[in-house]
T-cell receptor, first 115, second 111 residues
Framework: KAGVTQTPRYLIKTRGQQVTLSCSPISGHRSVSWYQQTPGQGLQFLFEYFSETQRNKGNFPGRFSGRQFSNSRSEMNVSTLELGDSALYLC??????????????FGPGTRLTVL | KQEVTQIPAALSVPEGENLVLNCSFTDSAIYNLQWFRQDPGKGLTSLLLIQSSQREQTSGRLNASLDKSSGRSTLYIAASQPGDSATYLCAVGGATNKLIFGTGTLLAVQP
C-alpha cells in the first residue's frame, strides 16, 4: 500500500505570493490533517479535513486555507506569503477523525522557503 | 490546555545501550498516545500507538508504556544502533480532537 505523498517536495517563493501544496492520503483513509513545523515552534496543527469538510482548525490566520476532494486528496493554500511562513509543511492521514481514527501516517513534507 | 513535554531534549549514547525516552502530559483525559521518529528534513514515521485503555505496546526492539494517571509515557529502545539516531516525538490525542506534540528528544547513537 502506498504511503502518504506530498507535492511538491520543495518550493521557493517570494513575499506576497501565494502557494498551493498537495497531499494524497493512504488509500482508504478519509481524514487528512496538516501541520506546520518550524525550529522555533515545533509541530503545530493547521487543520483537519474529513469527508470534504474542515472538522478542526488550529490557531493560524485566515491566509492559511485548505480543501479536500471527494477522493480524500487535500490541498492547502497560503496567500500573501510572509517570511515567517518558511517551514516544513506536513500532512498526515488516518482512517477516521483524529483521535478516533487511530494511527496517523505522515508524508515526507513540503519544504517552503519564502524569500 | 494540554501540554506535552519530552525529557531529555537531547541524548547521546554508545551503540548497544538500552535507553528510555520520556513523555509527560498535563491532562490525563487522553484518547491515545503515539510515538514517532523523524530523520533530519524528513516526515514523521509512526513507531507505536497506545490506546488509553492499554498499558504498553511493543514492536521489535521498541516498547512504549502509558500511565494515564501520572500523565507519563516512556519509549524503551533495546540494544540501540546508529540507525536509531533521529528525533523522537510523542503526540497525545484527546478532547481537542487533534494531536498535541511534544518538543522531541534528539537521539544520537555513537558507533
Amino acid at each position: 500500500k502506498a504511503g502518504v505523498t506530498q507535492t511538491p517536495r520543495y518550493l521557493i517563493k517570494t513575499r506576497g505570493q501565494q502557494v498551493t501544496l498537495s497531499c494524497s492520503p493512504i488509500s482508504g483513509h478519509r481524514s487528512v490533517s496538516w501541520y506546520q513545523q518550524t525550529p522555533g515552534q515545533g509541530l503545530q496543527f493547521l487543520f483537519e479535513y474529513f469527508s470534504e469538510t474542515q472538522r478542526n482548525k488550529g490557531n493560524f490566520p485566515g491566509r492559511f486555507s485548505g480543501r479536500q476532494f471527494s477522493n480524500s486528496r487535500s490541498e492547502m493554500n497560503v496567500s500573501t506569503l510572509e517570511l515567517g511562513d518558511s517551514a516544513l509543511y506536513l500532512c498526515a492521514s488516518s482512517l477516521d477523525l483524529v483521535p478516533l481514527g487511530g494511527e496517523q501516517f505522515f508524508g515526507p513534507g513540503t519544504r517552503l522557503t519564502v524569500l | 490546555k494540554q501540554e506535552v513535554t519530552q525529557i531529555p531534549a537531547a541524548l547521546s549514547v554508545p551503540e548497544g545501550e538500552n535507553l528510555v525516552l520520556n513523555c509527560s502530559f498535563t491532562d490525563s483525559a487522553i484518547y491515545n498516545l503515539q510515538w514517532f521518529r523523524q530523520d533530519p528534513g524528513k516526515g514523521l514515521t509512526s513507531l507505536l500507538l497506545i490506546q488509553s485503555s492499554q498499558r504498553e505496546q511493543t514492536s521489535g526492539r521498541l516498547n512504549a508504556s502509558l500511565d494515564k494517571s501520572s500523565g507519563r509515557s516512556t519509549l524503551y529502545i533495546a540494544a540501540s544502533q546508529p540507525g536509531d539516531s533521529a528525533t523522537y516525538l510523542c503526540a497525545v490525542g484527546g478532547a481537542t480532537n487533534k494531536l498535541i506534540f511534544g518538543t522531541g528528544t534528539l537521539l544520537a547513537v555513537q558507533p
